[in-house]
T-cell receptor, first 112, second 120 residues
Framework: RKEVEQDPGPFNVPEGATVAFNCTYS??????FFWYRQDCRKEPKLLMSVYSSGNEDGRFTAQLNRASQYISLLIRDSKLSDSATYLCVVNPPGSSASKIIFGSGTRLSIRP | GAVVSQHPSWVICKSGTSVKIECRSL??????MFWYRQFPKQSLMLMATSNEGSKATYEQGVEKDKFLINHASLTLSTLTVTSAHPEDSSFYIC????????????????FGPGTRLTVL
C-alpha cells in the first residue's frame, strides 16, 4: 500500500464552485501533513499545513482526521487560477522533521 | 527570500554520458537538501537526502553509484547522473531546508525550479 494515496482526478468544475479533495495516509504515526500545489512543469509550492484542529487560509480549508487517517482540502469560490495539481504531503514517522512524502496528486481544472 | 535555483533548467544528452545538476540556496544557508525525481503524470519521488559535509542518504531502490550527490557547502548540492540512459529521462527537482529565515512553517522545504533531463 502506498504511504500517501490520492484520487488522481481530473476534477473539472466551473468557476465559483466548491471542490474538495481527500487523501489517505498509511502510517498512523505520521506527524505532519501539508498540501502543496504544483503547476504544469513547475516545482511544487507549499499551499498550507494541515493542523489537527483544522485550519483555513482564505478560500482554502484543510482538515485532518487522524482516526480515519485522511486529510482533506476544500476550495471555495474556485478561480481559474486554482487550476493545478494538488499534492497531499506527509512527514513519515521515524524520519527527520524535514523529510516529506508526496502523494501522486489530484488534478483540478477550473472552467470559465 | 528563500530562493532556490537549479542549473541547468533543461539538458539533452546522449546515452552513456554523465550529467551534473546544481542546486543552490541563494539567500539562506541550507542544512539539508533533498533530491526528487518526477516522471510524467506521476508524483515526486524522493531520491536522497543530502546533508552538508556528510554522505547522502539514499531512498530504497535508488542506486548511489549512479546518482552521485555532493553537498560541499551550505548553499550548494550537486546531483550527477552517471552513464545516463533513456530511462533516466525525468524532471529532477531539489529542495532546501534552512537554518533560519522567513519560513512560514518550521522545516519548510523550498523547491528549485527543476531540471528536465532528456537522454537520447
Amino acid at each position: 500500500r502506498k504511504e500517501v494515496e490520492q484520487d488522481p482526478g481530473p476534477f473539472n468544475v466551473p468557476e465559483g464552485a466548491t471542490v474538495a479533495f481527500n487523501c489517505t495516509y498509511s502510517n498512523s504515526a505520521s506527524q505532519s501533513f501539508f498540501w502543496y500545489r504544483q503547476d504544469c512543469r513547475k516545482e511544487p509550492k507549499l499551499l498550507m499545513s494541515v493542523y489537527s484542529s483544522g485550519n483555513e487560509d482564505g478560500r482554502f480549508t484543510a482538515q485532518l482526521n487522524r482516526a480515519s487517517q485522511y486529510i482533506s482540502l476544500l476550495i471555495r469560490d474556485s478561480k481559474l487560477s486554482d487550476s493545478a495539481t494538488y499534492l497531499c504531503v506527509v512527514n513519515p514517522p521515524g524520519s527527520s522533521a524535514s523529510k516529506i512524502i508526496f502523494g501522486s496528486g489530484t488534478r483540478l481544472s477550473i472552467r470559465p | 527570500g528563500a530562493v532556490v535555483s537549479q542549473h541547468p533548467s533543461w539538458v539533452i544528452c546522449k546515452s552513456g554520458t554523465s550529467v551534473k545538476i546544481e542546486c543552490r540556496s541563494l539567500d539562506f544557508q541550507a542544512t539539508t537538501m533533498f533530491w526528487y525525481r518526477q516522471f510524467p503524470k506521476q508524483s515526486l519521488m524522493l531520491m536522497a537526502t543530502s546533508n552538508e559535509g556528510s554522505k547522502a542518504t539514499y531512498e530504497q531502490g535508488v542506486e548511489k553509484d549512479k546518482f552521485l550527490i555532493n553537498h560541499a557547502s551550505l548553499t550548494l548540492s550537486t546531483l550527477t547522473v552517471t552513464s545516463a540512459h533513456p530511462e533516466d529521462s525525468s524532471f529532477y527537482i531539489c529542495s532546501a531546508v534552512g537554518l533560519a529565515g522567513p519560513f512560514r512553517e518550521g522545516n519548510e522545504q523550498f523547491f528549485g525550479p527543476g531540471t528536465r533531463l532528456t537522454v537520447l
